[in-house]
């Protein structure tokens, strides 16, 4: 029992587990990104609108993800195509900074495929789409091992 | 808004960072020990945020004043949005959960002392 209370219970089984991570890890990125384009937007939106502008769009992206994450099967569909268009965004904004960093004078979450994030704008999206891959056939069938929890 | 503290922030986030991986490893969920690694974490947090407030009042400025303050409310909140999420998730990934807070906490304090050592004065 102190074992308990002090390292934490032992857990209860469930398939939701790495999809609360993905939500807690884009829920993050929404708010992150977010706040970014907000005071890029409110304080210097003359310098680099388009760059700024961007940064909106990927935090709206983020928020949508999240949502949709978070709603389990039901936000399935909304997820899929959030983080479809975000993956999208983080290769083209990526390939078009690198390309032309003229273009991008300021940083946005996905410039050089979101280096500033150390890459974690590029891995994010791959492991959405895998998560979602997997989603329905763990929901059509139940784990039928019996539920392990460690000896007390 | 000193390096040495940055520093020890990092080690009390990496610290909760460890324990959380470890208690999904486990199969546990989290436990008196993580809170007691997340009140640490948090305690110097509040301690660095009340070195900024007082060197903000002293007349020392960042150059990006509202990127700074929105970093140093932010990392001071994501612990606290960490354990609530923690304590409420009943499977493994509890600490992992928790695990996620601490790096980000990691990250967003030395991107924090980067926005205050560009000092516009």
Known sequence: ?152 | MTPALVVTITVAAAAVAVLGVLSTLARRRIGLVHLVAVGVLEALLLLQTVIAVVALAGGERPEDVPTFLSYLIGVALVPVAGTLWARAERTRWAGTVLAVAGAVVGVMVWRLLQLWEVTGA
């Not at chain 1, 949508?64 to 997820?79: C, D, M, Q, S």
């Open chain 1, 1 to 152: 029992m102190r074992d308990d209370r002090g390292l934490g219970a032992p857990a209860e089984q469930g398939a939701s587990g790495p999809g609360r991570v993905l939500v807690a890890v884009y829920g993050t990125f929404a708010l992150a990104a977010g706040a970014r384009a907000a005071v890029q937007l409110a304080t210097r939106f003359d310098e680099a609108p388009v760059a700024y502008l961007l940064s909106a769009f990927a935090a709206a992206v983020y928020v949508v993800a999240t949502v949709g994450l978070a709603r389990g099967a039901r936000g399935r569909r909304l997820a899929l195509i959030a983080i479809t268009v975000e993956l999208v965004g983080v290769l083209a904004v990526g390939t078009l900074s690198l390309a032309d960093p003229a273009a991008f004078p300021d940083e946005t979450v996905w410039s050089a495929y979101g280096r500033g994030y150390y890459f974690v704008p590029l891995v994010l999206p791959v492991l959405g789409l895998l998560l979602l891959r997997r989603g329905p056939a763990a929901q059509k069938s139940p784990p039928k091992s019996p539920p392990k929890s460690p000896p007390p």
